[in-house]
């Protein structure tokens, strides 16, 4: 017995992409670009005052680091949360 020719040359069996693959690949692609442009735009120094001293960084990376400051906070307080349950 030997195997279908497609099967040989490694290709696997997959259903076609449905519409929402195709919208959910879409909405990545545009974000992306989107994201990308943001940072492109926001790399002028800015002051950060911190609580014992200052410095310069760039926006983008202010803004970064203080989106992750907040999905951390965010992560322990749902996991805090759910534990009291």
């Known amino acids: 017995m030997s195997m279908p020719q497609e099967k040989q040359q490694g290709q ?3 259903a076609p992409r449905t519409r929402r693959d195709r919208a959910r690949t879409l909405a990545i692609a545009v974000l992306a670009i989107a ?3 943001f940072a492109a735009k926001n ?3 800015i002051k950060v005052d ?4 200052s410095g310069k960084a760039p926006a983008i990376v202010v803004i ?3 989106g992750l400051i907040g999905a951390v906070i965010s992560y322990f307080a749902d996991r805090r949360g759910s534990r009291r349950r």
């Not at 911190?50 to 001293?53: D, I, L």
């Open 12 to 14: 696997a069996d997959r």
């Open 35 to 37: 994201i990308t442009l």
């Open 43 to 45: 790399t002028t120094d």
């Open 50 to 53: 911190w609580v014992v001293g």
């Open 64 to 66: 970064v680091v203080s």
